[in-house]
Each structure stands twice: as structure tokens, then as C-alpha cells.
């Protein structure tokens, strides 16, 4: 899926250590994120009463979701500014990062959990699970994009240059 791709490479882009994104970063983002959307309605056959709807759910989820993400990033560079080796970590901090960590996790289930439910109200359950299956591949796409950057190898479709 090429949304997915290029999905995953706007997600892989996104400097960690930033708390915001570069508006190129952001833009691409968007960009997906509506082609994932035309992509679904396309495939689950939406009606334009169903299209709305979901626009309007996915739109200020992507939104919170967001947030949720900065957060979680921002905890994260926090515990391993604790973590470092040489220095003695605070115990209260650490703890409180950690509880935060959990806390944000929840938070993300929670905004799962209720967007289904708003989606139940419009969408059959073959659309909600056509959606389901959409998302995972999408994620799984971003994580194999990750994880190849990590290792330092090119992902499908990047151009490598000549030796």
C-alpha cells in the first residue's frame, strides 16, 4: 500500500528529539492521513453521511492523538535524561516519569476505545473491521520503516545512491 509507505516515512522522519514537527513533516502527515481516509471510504464503500462523520471523528482524533504522542516523546527524552549512565538518577522523577508513561498509554486505549464506539454508530461491523485491518497494516508499515532506519538500510522505494 503506498499511502502506508508513505506514512511510514513521514512518521520515521519526524525528529524524536523534537516537540514539534517541521511544517514539511506535519504537512506530509496531513497529506496521508487524507489519503488514508479517501482510501477507506473508497474501499468500505462510505456513504456521504458516513464519510462525513468519520472525517470528522479520525480529523480530531489524529489531533488528540497527536498530542498524546508529544507527551509520551517528551516523558520519554525526560527518563533517559535520568537514565544516564555516570549520574544518579532522582527516584521521585523517575517514578513520576514512569507513572506518566502508563498514564499516556491509557489515555491512548481510552481515545481507541471511544473512537470505536462513535464508529459503531455509523459504520457496520465489516467497515469497522475493514478500518482495523487498514490501520494495522499501516502500522506495521511505519514500524518496518523504523526499524530499517535504525539499522541504517534504505526502505522499500528509497532511492539508494549509485556505488
Known sequence: MRTGLVVAMALAAAPLAAQDEPPMVENLRRQVMERFVES????AG???EQDERFRGI?????????????????LWRSLEGQMRPGVAANADSVA????????????KLDQAKAEQREYAAFLTPIQRAQLALMWERLQRQVEQVMQRRMQGRPGPGARVPPP
Not at 40 to 43: A, M, S, W
Open 40 to 43: 477507506f471510504r473508497n474501499q
Open 46 to 48: 462510505l456513504t456521504p
Open 58 to 74: 479520525v480529523g480530531r482524533s489524529f489531533e488528540q492523538r497527536r498530542s498524546l504522542e508529544q507527551q509520551e516523546r517528551a
Open 96 to 107: 513520576r516519569m514512569l507513572d506518566g508513561l502508563f498514564t499516556l498509554q491509557q489515555a
